[in-house]
């Protein structure tokens, strides 16, 4: 097996079991967030925002790794520069992008919380960028698809 179809395989497996993960947390999240501010002693009402946070996000996150898995499909398929691809990581960066504005407010209870929004926009930008890239790569092969 080749070292990036080893990769893929790899990347696949962890996107499931962050799926399996994300299940469970939708499920435990309340108790997870205010047995942990139990222990942390903040208030109350730091749990309450976790919580509000986490599920506004929830979305965000299905759809993230639902459009990662897919694209991770068409790259073992050998699918790399496709019209599929191009849209899957535009989809995947304005996920990460409805993320930031949903968790600022995180950080005016949680000072734990600011990196989210950040690495949340970073991820946007590198996203987009990667977007750009792909649908250069998919012009580029297309015309060369069109050429005898």
Do not use: Q
Request: charged share 15%.
């Amino acid at each position: 097996m080749k070292h990036s179809e080893k990769s893929l395989k790899i990347t696949k497996i962890v996107v499931i079991i962050l799926c399996c993960f994300f299940v469970f947390f939708l499920f435990t999240a309340p108790f997870i967030f205010k047995w942990y501010c139990e222990m942390s002693d903040t208030r109350e009402n730091v749990a309450n925002v976790l919580i509000a946070v986490f599920y506004a996000c929830s979305p965000s996150a299905m759809i993230t790794l639902v459009y990662l898995f897919k694209f991770i499909k068409n790259l073992e398929g050998g699918n790399v520069f496709i019209e599929s691809n191009v849209k899957y990581l535009k989809i995947l960066s304005y996920a990460c992008l409805s993320v930031v504005p949903l968790s600022i407010p995180l950080c005016f209870f949680f000072i734990a919380g600011l990196p989210i929004p950040a690495a949340a926009g970073f991820m946007w930008l590198f996203l987009r960028i990667l977007k750009n890239a792909f649908e250069y790569g998919t012009m580029i092969k297309n015309e060369n698809d069109l050429t005898v």
